[in-house]
């Protein structure tokens, strides 16, 4: 079955813009968690997403947002784009909320000029 | 506040011979653990898990061991062959998020 889908690849945008990334998740996964990765900090749990609910937020501020659709598919947010954003995101996706076994896409890389 | 740590950013091994990758975390409602494997340019892919029931988890080349008095983990790859060169993060499993260390590059040298 199709794995993490994740679009776009890759990203580039302005200072000061905004940015949409979306994820599909794999057929019958209802949960979908968003990481960030920058060289030196692993990843960093963004938030995660059940039934169309935000059950969980980590640390970033309020620039980066989300949301889930009936169908899982979810989005990311990001406004007001700083430079500091430049990553690697990373979606996974999970039958049940406990993240135990979530299965990653390949991410979009965003670079922030 | 890093819950969960790798010490080591990268290690080199030669070929044939065993792999160990260590973990540190803090937190100790972490209940269960997780490894996984990430080549450039490809999201993480799921290695090995361990729940905190158990102090130990085999599956083919690779042995996740668990210290739980000593909050610590570590994965072992024995024999490494040189497909397993790629950036290793060890994960915490709390109720819905994983918590993630910042990754260890292993080479595995011929």
């Known amino acids: 079955k199709a794995g993490v889908t994740q679009t776009p690849r890759y990203l580039i945008k302005t200072r000061g813009q905004q940015v949409t990334l979306s994820c599909s998740p794999i057929?019958?996964?209802?949960?979908v968690s968003w990481y960030q990765q920058t060289p030196g900090q692993g990843l960093q749990f963004l938030f995660e997403y059940f039934s169309e609910t935000q059950r969980n937020k980590g640390n970033f501020p309020g620039r980066f947002s989300g949301r889930q659709f009936s169908n899982s598919r979810s989005e990311m947010n990001v406004s007001t784009l700083e430079l500091g954003d430049s990553a690697l995101y990373l979606c996974?996706?999970?039958?049940?909320?406990?993240?135990?076994?979530?299965?990653f896409g390949q991410g979009t890389r965003l670079t922030v000029v | 506040d890093q819950q969960v740590k790798q010490n080591s950013p990268s290690l080199s091994v030669q070929e044939g011979r065993i792999s160990i990758l260590n973990c540190d975390y803090t937190?100790?409602?972490?209940?269960?653990f997780l490894w996984y494997k990430k080549y450039p340019a490809e999201g993480p892919t799921f290695l090995i898990s361990?729940?905190?029931?158990?102090d130990k988890n085999e599956d083919g080349r690779f042995t996740v061991f668990l210290n739980k008095s000593a909050k610590h983990l570590s994965l072992h790859i024995v024999p490494s062959q040189p497909g397993d060169s790629a950036v290793y993060f060890c994960a915490a499993s709390e109720p819905q998020k994983l918590v993630f260390g910042q990754g260890t590059r292993l080479t595995i040298n011929p």
């Open positions: 361990i729940s905190s029931i158990k």
């Open positions: 057929s019958g996964h209802r949960s």
């Open positions: 937190n100790s409602m972490f209940d269960y």
């Open positions: 996974a996706s999970s039958l049940a909320p406990l993240n135990t076994e979530a299965f």
